[in-house]
């Protein structure tokens, strides 16, 4: 037992100290309430990797419903239409990914009960490198949604 903790104490000191690795930071978490009987849900955040080697977005997991996936949105001859992401994202070094509705965002898939504006979901959000991040996401009603877009220059505090 004291062997295996100094062994892993031992990994993550190489982990810290060692090669280059991408270095994640996720910010402006979002998700969009739904209406009652609503199976899916979608969420959107800026994932940024401040690291040095390139990261990729593989998929994400949550409580709150049966399986998350990865959307793209596109405007197909006037049409948005989805269609999933099955490969994952890749972050360059000192990239960006931003994910939100009318552009790649997550799919919350299954919802096991309606997402309720003023709540907060838990999102593990999972790399291709085997990092994992924990993301608390505030879930919003659909009216700031519109009102974001409307009126740009209100400000609110
Ligand atoms: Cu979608």
Redesign the pocket.
Known sequence: MKTKLALMAFAASIFAFGAAHAEIKISSPKSYETAEGMQVG?SGMTIENTGDVAEKLVGATSPVCDHVEI?E?KDDNGIMK?RKVEDGLEIPAGGKLVLESGSY?F?LMGLKEPLKAGSTIGIDVDFASGEKQHVDVPVVSRMEKMDHKMNHMDHHD
């Open positions: 979608m959307h949105m989805m965002h799919m």
